[in-house]
């Protein structure tokens, strides 16, 4: 129990015939006019308030909460419950165990390292789409599934039965955030404490970005690394600053035609042009009752892509109805009811919250769009969408410019500009399409491919190679799923089909969806135009797309030529989704289908025509987009609460592949010192009670010199291991067959493997080196620093004792929760990251791991001070956090080398400390997050 109880908010709720104990949120002076998402926080306080870490001045700070202030108060959040995918969970329970053993060296007792709020794990991110278009792609999915991922599979089994409140979702159940709504989310939490029964509000994070889909039910949870859900797990506060929050009015009623990832992507530009990094934001007004339970999920689940931390709805009759359709028990629902009526959490749309700044949409104006070629928020009217292709295309077509056939380069008036390259010199990621102003060109001849059966076509820039309704964003959706289904209904009537290029997957996000087209008559349309589901998870979204088709891969790697795909995902970052792809366009699942019908994202649904039907006609997207009335008829009529209660009835027992996973049982995990896909990391190496203090950095090399949204993508290890990059040569080294290599994702529990993927993506682009592309840079120890592989390089330095830096630009670190990219830029021995500007979770991880984030001085870039990264950088002033400061600035010495161009000066500047909150601190000072839990449990 709560041991402070400075406002004496505790009280008993009697719902039914039990009682609950509750921390009410009238006993503190100003709670009315706060959102939502800071009641929640409030109550949060309350009900853990200890006089140490929460005390009653934080409590107060929070009910006189000034809206437009900057945000200078750290508070303490203690999350419900921990959800994590197994991607990015596999490495907190590796820690967890290894944790254990590093509890006995320092003479501890392993048992106590346990999770000590609930934690949750479902498995979807391993399921690979290599087979598809055929009705045994799923079966041979999970198979192969099982054969890549079973050592893993039986590690994770040993964790579910080693540690107390763990449990697993096994493969093939569905993604974790529809899995987290639909079933693990409680809304309103209840569990014993000191033997009372105890009523709060459902809270989590997640080791997956997306984790703000839940925000959608009004479950406040937002995306952390593995590093801080793993110190969750184990009972620390996630410590953050009370945030501003962004009120987002809703008015009106979505048009028809238009669907909810319409809004969503819409909904995206907005927030990111008004800029809500490190924000809360949050629906209100009398819109927000129109809007579907399924649709407030999709924009929750887009959260990230905002940049926002929560994208919060409150709680009203749409949740209880859910929360009845979705199978939770009628006292549950009540429960939901009676707490959130009394807490204030219920929503009101006369009674407008005080928020820190506001936006309004209106429904009605929101228009088909798709979003691409490469971030979330480059929104493109559908009714655009081949005009703007045509620009876009200049950024991704490279060409032999002395081969332009004198035809085409005669078409063109000699004002017009056709001389374009495959990137801009800057980094390709700072290139977005409203600032292109190219010709419309097309340079390329159409490339003509035979297939296996003899059949023939051509291949041209802007062919569809893959079209996937895949992803948590809009697989929870029975809207889009549905107009999917009818759409592709309405082709096949039509005598429509798939182009034979077009590779083409559904992964559902839960086997819920499977039952409602089976129950609509929709699953044989669907599989007509080559939509079999491939699998239970998120595939293609997360780059486990799987070989193209062979032919299509060979043409475009043969032919350079520059292919989109089209997907219901909410990532697009360039090198995601497949390395045969360069564009790749965000789209509902409706639209993924008509542009597995149209073959091209050079194509106007308006005027271009999907193929002649049938009855010898002309058919055109208009012709078979589905009714919006009949659309929701399909979803009154296909959908019921038994579906819900069937899938779910045993979630947790897997199939008989999961059961027959063979299980230690022992406390300690038995490592195999053979196995390339679970291995002991080296975090605890050599650690002792005693902390030692942190030193300035002396003498260091830039590792990578970066531009602008590098992503975690970008620097995270991801998709398949190619053999010739050091993780292959690794694999290879212990006798892994080059088919068995697997994804970096699958092997996140080895540390080695992930160490050599660091920085690896195929789209870097570091700026040591010229038109390079891939994870390399310039190795300083050698006297012509040649080329070379990022971990080479690293090594060389580690080998003579040399620290690392990295120069950065804006929002580095943006994307997904990726806790590799802190731990794999640790590993290099990158000591300091200097950017412009971080997003939040990749700066909180980076101290996490014991990297120092540190920020050029405002309106400076390593551009602007002439830093060319071929210098020797120190920094002096870090040593003041062993005085039990924070600094606010260190001050930064580069000086030129041998490898300097000659006569190049000195630079110094000030960088300011992004080490934002005395947590944060600690951590640091403590070399990681991991070893300050360690020693305060030990």
Not at 369 to 376: E, V
Not at 810 to 828: F, M, Q
């Amino acid at each position: 129990m709560s041991a402070v109880n400075s406002f004496g908010a505790r009280d008993t709720l009697r719902v039914g015939s039990t009682d609950y104990e509750v921390f009410r949120l009238d006993a503190v002076e100003g709670y009315q006019k706060l959102p939502f998402s800071l009641k929640v926080l409030l109550e949060n306080l309350l009900r853990t308030e200890d006089g140490a870490n929460i005390t009653a001045d934080h409590i107060r700070a929070l009910g006189s909460w000034v809206p437009t202030a900057d945000p200078d108060t750290e508070i303490q959040f203690t999350p419900a419950r921990v959800i994590m995918q197994d991607f990015t969970g596999v490495p907190c329970i590796v820690d967890l165990a290894t944790m254990r053993e590093a509890v006995a060296a320092l003479g501890g007792d392993p048992n106590t390292i346990n999770p000590l709020a609930p934690a949750e794990m479902v498995i979807d991110h391993s399921v690979i789409a290599d087979l598809f278009g055929s009705d045994n792609a799923l079966e041979r999915n999970v198979e192969l599934e099982y054969q890549r991922n079973g050592e893993r599979y039986q590690f994770l089994r040993w964790g579910q039965t080693a540690f107390n409140d763990f449990k697993v979702v096994p493969p093939g159940t569905g993604i974790v955030h529809q899995v987290n709504i639909e079933y693990l989310a409680r809304v309103t939490f209840t569990r014993e404490v000191g033997g009372v029964l105890r009523a709060y509000p459902d809270t989590c994070v997640g080791t997956d970005s997306h984790t703000t889909m839940v925000n959608g039910i009004g479950v406040l949870g937002w995306g952390v690394g593995g590093i801080e859900a793993e110190a969750a797990m184990l009972g620390q506060p996630v410590s953050m600053l009370i945030p501003k929050v962004v009120g987002f009015k809703l008015k009106g009623a979505i048009p028809t035609g238009v669907t909810a990832t319409d809004v969503v992507l819409t909904i995206t530009q907005m927030l990111r042009k008004h800029g809500v990094v490190g924000k809360f934001v949050e629906f209100y007004g009398e819109g927000v009752a129109q809007v579907p339970l399924a649709n407030r999920a999709t924009i929750g689940n887009m959260s990230p892509e905002f940049g926002s931390t929560a994208a919060m709805f409150p709680i009203d009759d749409v949740t209880l109805d859910y929360l009845r359709l979705t199978g939770r028990s009628e006292d549950q629902v009540a429960l939901v009811e009676a707490y959130s009526k009394l807490q204030g959490l219920w929503h009101d749309p006369a009674q407008e919250p005080v928020f820190s700044e506001y936006l309004e949409l209106d429904l009605g104006t929101v228009v088909p769009s798709i979003a691409g070629p490469k971030r979330p928020q480059d929104r493109v009217e559908l009714s655009n969408a081949k005009s703007q292709f045509e620009i876009d295309l200049q950024n991704y077509a490279t060409h032999d410019l002395s081969m332009v056939d004198a035809a085409v380069e005669a078409s063109f008036p000699a004002s017009d500009p056709i001389g374009f390259t495959a990137q801009d010199e800057q980094s390709a990621h700072q290139i977005s399409h409203q600032h292109v102003s190219h010709a419309p060109v097309s340079v390329s001849s159409p490339v003509p491919i035979t297939t296996a059966d003899g059949a023939s076509y051509t291949l041209d820039h802007g062919a569809v190679a893959v079209a996937a309704i895949t992803s948590c964003t809009n697989t929870s959706n029975p809207s889009v799923m549905l107009a999917a289904g009818l759409l592709a209904r309405n082709a096949v009537k039509k005598g429509l089909k798939s182009k034979p290029w077009v590779k083409t997957t559904l992964a559902p996000g839960s086997k819920v969806v499977t039952d409602y087209y089976a129950k609509a008559g929709l699953t044989g349309d669907l599989e007509a135009l080559g939509f079999y589901t491939v699998g239970y998870g998120c595939t293609v979204c997360i780059g486990n797309t799987g070989p193209l088709i062979d032919e299509v891969s060979a043409a475009i790697n043969d032919n350079d030529l520059a292919v989109t795909a089209v997907l219901s995902g909410n990532r697009n970052f360039e090198g995601r989704i497949s390395p045969d792809v360069k564009m790749n366009y965000l789209a509902s699942p409706p639209l993924v289908i008509a542009y597995a019908l149209a073959g091209s994202m050079n194509f106007d649904f308006e005027t271009d025509s999907l193929g002649i039907g049938s009855d010898g006609n002309e058919v055109y997207l208009k012709d078979i987009w589905p009714d919006s009335a009949e659309v929701q008829s399909t979803i009154d009529s296909s959908i019921d609460t038994e579906m819900f209660t069937k899938e779910y009835g045993e979630v947790f027992e897997g199939d008989e592949r999961w059961r027959s996973l063979p299980t230690p049982d022992s406390e300690v995990f038995e490592w195999d010192p053979t196995s390339t896909y679970v291995r002991k990391p080296p975090y605890f190496d050599g650690m002792t009670l005693e902390t030692t203090p942190v030193s300035d950095i002396v003498g260091a090399r830039v590792l990578a010199k970066l531009g602008d949204s590098v992503t975690t993508d970008h620097i995270s290890p991801a998709g398949n291991i190619k053999a010739d990059s050091p993780a292959g040569a690794y694999l290879v080294e212990h006798g892994v067959e080059r088919a068995d290599f697997n994804s970096y994702g699958s092997r996140r529990g080895n540390h080695e493997i992930m160490i050599r993927g660091t920085f690896a993506n195929i789209r870097l682009r570091n700026q040591l080196l010229d038109g390079v592309e891939g994870g390399y840079t310039r190795d300083f120890t050698k006297p012509d620093a040649p080329q070379s592989f990022i971990y080479d390089a690293s090594q060389n330095y580690q080998a003579e004792g040399t620290p690392l830096v990295i120069f950065g630009g804006k929002e580095y670190g943006s994307g997904s929760s990726r806790d590799w990219a802190a731990k794999g830029t640790s590993l290099l021995g990158v000591k300091a990251v200097i950017t412009e500007s971080f997003e939040r979770i990749h700066r909180s991880n980076l101290i996490g791991m014991g990297v120092v984030p540190l920020q050029f001085p405002a309106g400076e870039s390593w551009a602007s001070l002439g830093l060319d990264g071929t210098e020797s950088v120190s920094i002096s002033g870090i040593e003041e956090l062993n005085e039990g400061r924070t600094p606010k600035t260190v001050h930064v010495v580069a000086t030129p080398t041998e490898h300097s161009a000659p006569g190049k000066a000195v630079v110094e500047f000030d960088a300011v400390v992004r080490i934002d909150t005395p947590g944060e601190a600690d951590y640091y000072r403590n070399g990681g997050i991991l070893q300050y839990v360690l020693r305060s449990l030990v």
